[in-house]
């Protein structure tokens, strides 16, 4: 199966680094044209020049301008592909948690999905076309200790994709979600060999993810085969939670 979306442009979110960062450099190998979108913008860029036909995009998906900075991409050119991908952590015990954790998590991960989706699926509408790919995660399925501000966040973002699955299907405009499990991050590799190896021991597949996982389920996700394939959940996790 050959994924072909030449022709198709795409704004990934978080594209400076980690998964975004994978996924941006996927959709390009695929021939979309990519907006590569990120507050640290000469990363953003330098990545786009690598990618070739890609665009850095400097944006903060948390500030109150992102509406007109997204409004004035699509002045650009019309995004057939949205990837919601930019998103925070900011951990605490719950019985400890500040309310500037909570309120910089949901307005980051999940806010931020309102705004840029509300603009960007206007477009896809008209054209009758349209892949949107929310980035959960695991963590929003099955939640986990220190994370209630991101757990919510995860979770509400497979709420919004199945409901705007339901309104906008029949314009043909798809809405799905990419749930990963542990992935070699930055993170992951700051973790001690010991850490590293109990983590593996609760994966079926007894690795942990890379970013090209998830980048390969988004790439297939924003592609014609995956036309009839919408209001999902994929659960990339190697079998951590089934
Ligand atoms: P990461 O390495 O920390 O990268 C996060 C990306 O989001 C960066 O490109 C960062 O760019 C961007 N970002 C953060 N705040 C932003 C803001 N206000 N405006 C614009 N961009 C912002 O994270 P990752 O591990 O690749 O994770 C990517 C997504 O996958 C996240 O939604 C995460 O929740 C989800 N996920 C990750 C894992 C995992 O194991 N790594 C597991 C499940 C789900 P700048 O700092 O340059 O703005």
């Known amino acids: 199966m050959k994924i ?4 198709k442009t795409a704004l990934v979110t978080g594209a400076s680094r980690g998964i975004g960062e994978s996924i941006a450099r996927a959709l390009g190998a695929a021939g979309a044209h990519v907006f590569c979108a990120a507050r640290s913008a000469d990363r953003v860029r330098e990545i786009a020049e690598e990618i070739g036909n890609a665009t850095g995009v400097e944006l903060d998906i948390s500030s109150s301008d992102v509406r007109e900075k997204v409004k004035a991409l699509l002045e650009q050119k019309p995004i ?5 991908n930019a998103g925070i952590t900011e951990d605490d015990l719950f019985i400890r948690m500040k309310p500037e954790a909570w309120t910089n998590v949901i307005r980051t991960n999940l806010d931020s999905a309102f705004h840029i989706t509300q603009e960007v699926v206007k477009k896809m509408i008209r054209a009758r076309w349209g892949r949107v790919v929310n980035i959960s995660s695991v963590v929003g399925l099955m939640g986990n200790p220190g994370q209630a501000n991101y757990a919510a966040s995860k979770a509400a973002l497979i709420g919004f994709t199945k409901s705007l699955a339901l309104e906008i299907g029949s314009r043909n405009v798809t809405v799905n979600a990419v749930a990963p499990g542990f992935i070699q991050t930055a993170m992951t590799d700051a973790l001690g060999e010991e850490a590293r190896q109990k983590l593996e021991e609760r994966i079926a597949l007894k690795r942990l993810g890379t970013p090209e996982d998830i980048a390969n389920a988004v790439v297939f996700l924003s592609s014609e085969q995956a036309s009839y394939i ?5 659960n990339v996790s190697g079998g951590l939670y089934t």
């Open 80 to 84: 057939d592909i949205l990837v919601n």
């Open 4 to 7: 072909d979306l030449s022709g």
């Open 230 to 234: 919408t209001g999902t959940v994929l």
